[in-house]
């Protein structure tokens, strides 16, 4: 509205996820993703669109700095490629993938731009894909090894943490509906699926706040929706609950509360949830 007036302090950014801006999909040692899979299987996405040069990020990142510096943003929040770190998943560490983004960190501070990391957004290792991705518990284990892995390398300077981007979203469309990557139509595996990734996080958190230091702030990011009822009708209240339960408390509660909330339990894929000692 005219004649707002924004703090000092106000943080003016922008935002991208890796493979919606990267490119360079088979340079210097990066892994395939379940979106290079998903985009190169044909009728998945319109016109055949891939990412396979995106923005061309990759190499076009100091005159992408420079835009940002030249229309006045202070932060930068981007994601991490997980299969650009690590190819596999897993075990060694592609250190070509991690010198890109310690040159990036660095010219964004140098330009005075604050870093803002998301460590997942969307694009899981095909390789792990391969082992069940986030339906298979041990993707919780293969996280932590890779969030260690970053935070280790870039923990020092970059004081700005997310663990997962709007999980959620990329449960329900890329494992209960297909509409995204990783294009599975299971509905039942939701619950299990988004118990790893909850899991994953719980167990990476404490991890990035030792790398990163004291001030490191960390979190998650979730996208969430305002549910409202159309009148006081008890019947219709409930749904209500039932319905924000499945769109914002489903992951809200747990992180906060350590509990599901209890209009789920007694779902389908709730109620028969594998939940480990120690994981809420």
């Known amino acids: 509205m005219a004649g707002e007036v924004f703090p000092e302090n106000f943080v003016w950014g922008a935002a991208t996820a890796s493979y919606q801006t990267e490119g360079a999909v088979r340079e210097d040692g990066r892994g395939s993703s379940i979106w290079d899979v998903f985009t190169h299987t044909p009728g998945k996405v319109a016109d055949g669109e891939t990412g396979d040069i995106a923005c061309d990020h990759y190499h076009r990142w100091s005159d992408d700095i420079a835009l940002m510096k030249s229309i006045g943003i202070n932060a930068y929040r981007f994601s991490i490629s997980w299969p650009r770190v690590l190819p596999h998943g897993r075990g060694i560490v592609n250190q070509k993938g991690l010198d890109f983004y310690a040159r990036l960190v660095d010219g964004l501070l140098e330009s005075g731009i604050v870093p803002f990391i998301t460590l997942f957004h969307w694009d899981l290792p095909q390789a792990l894909q391969n082992e069940g991705g986030f339906a298979a518990r041990s993707t919780t284990e293969a996280f932590l090894e890779y969030a260690d892995a970053v935070t280790r390398r870039l923990g020092d300077r970059v004081r700005h943490w997310a663990t997962f981007n709007e999980p959620r979203i990329f449960t329900v469309l890329g494992y209960m509906e297909g509409r995204h990557a990783p294009g599975l139509a299971d509905e039942a595996s939701g619950p299990r699926v988004a118990h790893h990734v909850l899991v994953a996080h719980g167990m990476a958190v404490p991890v990035l706040r030792q790398n990163a230091g004291p001030e490191a702030q960390v979190g998650i990011v979730y996208a969430l929706n305002p549910v409202e009822a159309a009148n006081d009708n008890p019947e219709v209240l409930a749904r209500q609950r039932v ?22 339990m007694q779902m389908p894929g709730f109620s028969s949830l594998a939940v480990e000692p120690g994981d809420m």
């Open 243 to 264: 319905l924000d339960a499945q769109v914002n408390r489903w992951f809200v509660e747990p992180v906060l509360l350590g509990r599901y909330p209890d209009e789920l």
